[in-house]
């Protein structure tokens, strides 16, 4: 097996896992939300038990500490395909243009991480502010165990919106190690790709060729 075939098939492999990994981070969303809703129906049912509530702040976590394993490893295969493999396939003739660093995907990648982050924030967030504000007395009349599974919820609450956030600058580090690929109209001759390099601020800079 050639280095190019060998380079396409782990390529191929990393596009398989991102996919798969996709899935099952879109999932944990799923699931966390029907836990969270199947609790709140217990809660609110005919005999109204609002401490069941507070079990929400432990599964969040977990479910939190899930989704952003998915999330960096997404990231981390993603970098692996565009500075890795397509700079490995490039060398040898590879030339393909490729969605992982493209100009398409640079204009909506670091915008949309941080939408999706803000939005699974609130997925994982709020119903836990819910369950400890409804139960709120217990944090202050001290009564066991109550009192302690409130306050350990406020800490897993705490902890998986660290880990949200955690997740979303690790994805923010990684898109600005990357070469973008981005077609400049330059005058006189026709669009041609060039490679340009993401600053800091998250914007391209822009290098005339003379």
Known sequence: MSK??????????????????????????????????????????????????????????????MHG???????????????????????????APMFDNSETLYHIAVAATKRRSIGTTILFGVPCLISLTVNWRHAIFFSLPLTLVWWLGAVCTVLAVHE????????????????????EKVPGKNARAKKVQVSRGGWLKYRAKK
């Open 4 to 65: 190019a075939e060998t380079a396409l098939k782990n390529f191929e492999l990393a596009r398989n896992e991102l996919l798969e990994r996709l899935r099952l981070r879109d999932q944990v969303l799923i699931v966390h939300m029907g836990f969270v809703g199947a609790v709140l129906g217990v809660a609110l049912g005919t005999t109204a038990h609002y401490e069941v509530l507070m079990v929400i702040p432990f599964v969040a976590l977990a479910m939190a500490f």
């Open 69 to 95: 394993h998915h999330h960096c490893h997404l990231g981390a295969l993603t970098h692996f395909c565009a500075m890795e493999i397509a700079p490995f396939l490039g060398k040898l003739g590879q030339n």
């Open 164 to 183: 949200i956030v955690r997740a979303l600058r690790f994805r923010d580090a990684l898109f600005k190690t990357y070469i973008w690929h981005k077609r």
